[in-house]
């Protein structure tokens, strides 16, 4: 079945920072999404973003899906923004989601 | 706007008790999906389910079944329950007829705790 990597594991930020986190996938994908999971552990939908480049806010996200990856960018980060952030692509009827990376803004 | 609804919320149970999660999907998706997800793991597709009819298996145990019904909402059932069935199992659902988009979005979870 399809692999989805997402990079990196950990991340630890200062309030403000800007970060940008990946996501690889081993095949073609007929969509990506992107999930914040809060310390609640609700998942919340960041992007639908099959392909091309969408922006919310200080969140933005890009996909070239020929390239099989995935960014999520994150700018002036608050301490809002931590928790685990998934990317999870759909294969057949399904979503398949990378391990996460963890993200902590220290303020 | 209308979110994904799970109940129970929480959910502690004994090992080889048996456990019932409901899903009610958003207002006209048709379309419901389970996951499974261990501590400090991400999800994990179980099964889906699109107009009544499933549509997609995943590693889900025997021990567990599911259904949807006429109003669209899920029930996953789960029997003989297991201390590694200890985990946050999420619903979602999207509106397959929407041929745009296939958006999956997550109830808030069932967090199930088997002692």
């Known amino acids: 079945g399809i692999q989805v990597e997402q990079s990196p594991p950990d991340l630890i930020l200062q309030e403000g920072a800007n970060s940008t986190l990946r996501c690889n996938f081993s095949d073609s994908v007929n969509n990506l999404q992107w999930f914040h999971q809060n310390p609640w552990g609700q998942l919340i939908n960041l992007f639908y973003?099959?392909?091309g480049t969408k922006q919310n806010g200080r969140l933005s996200a890009t996909t070239v899906a020929t390239e099989r990856y995935s960014l999520l960018y994150i700018s002036s980060s608050q301490t809002t923004d931590s928790g685990v952030y998934f990317c999870?692509?759909?294969?057949?009827?399904?979503?398949?989601f990378g391990a996460g990376t963890i993200l902590r803004v220290k303020s | 706007a209308a979110g994904v609804i799970q109940s129970p919320r929480h959910l502690i149970k004994e090992k080889r008790e048996t456990a019932t999660l409901k899903c009610y999907p958003i207002?006209?998706?048709?379309?419901v999906y389970w996951y499974q997800q261990g501590p400090g793991q991400d999800p994990q597709f179980l099964i889906s389910f699109y107009e009544k009819m499933q549509s997609d298996k995943g590693s889900i145990p025997d021990r567990f079944s599911a259904q949807q019904f006429s109003d669209y909402h899920s029930e996953l059932n789960m029997s003989s329950l297991e201390l590694g069935d200890s985990a946050l199992y999420f619903c979602a659902s999207s509106a397959a007829r929407d041929s745009t988009t296939y958006e999956q979005y997550f109830g808030p979870g069932t967090r199930l705790t088997v002692t």
């Open positions: 999870a692509a759909r294969y057949g009827n399904k979503l398949v």
């Open positions: 207002p006209r998706h048709d379309t």
């Open positions: 973003i099959p392909s």
